[in-house]
């Protein structure tokens, strides 16, 4: 069965950093792009960084750039989203997702960790 698990979440202060990992199973995951979406209270889900099947380009929303780095381990089917910098605004549940090229919405969807950024 396809599975994408995400972990790491939890509750950091300002400033502070969390790294959030994707395990994924059940499909063929170097074939797939992989994304990080969040979900605020009272907010559409956003779109947070994409990286593509090598991992070799990604693309972060303009929120985030410089603070968050997503990287893939295609061996081990894993997928990393780096937080630093963290502020009370990048409080959502993080989800990891997966598309196949030349898609327009993902395939697969994890269940999401949350992500409390407060002092």
């Known amino acids: 069965q396809v599975q994408l698990v995400e972990s790491g979440g939890g509750l950091v202060q300002p400033g502070g950093s969390l790294r959030l990992s994707c395990a994924a199973s059940?499909?063929?995951?170097?074939?797939?792009?992989m994304s990080w979406y969040r979900q605020a209270p009272g907010k559409e889900r956003e779109l947070v960084a994409t990286i593509f099947t090598t991992g070799s380009g990604t693309i972060p929303t303009d929120s985030v750039k410089g603070r968050f780095t997503t990287s893939r381990d295609n061996v081990k089917s894993m997928v990393y989203l780096q937080m630093n910098s963290l502020k009370p605004e990048d409080t959502a549940v993080y989800y990891c997702?997966?598309?196949?090229?030349?898609?327009?919405?993902?395939?697969?969807w994890g269940q999401g960790t949350q992500v409390t950024v407060s002092s």
């Open positions: 059940g499909f063929s995951f170097s074939s797939y792009v």
């Open positions: 997702a997966a598309r196949r090229l030349f898609r327009n919405s993902p395939d697969y």
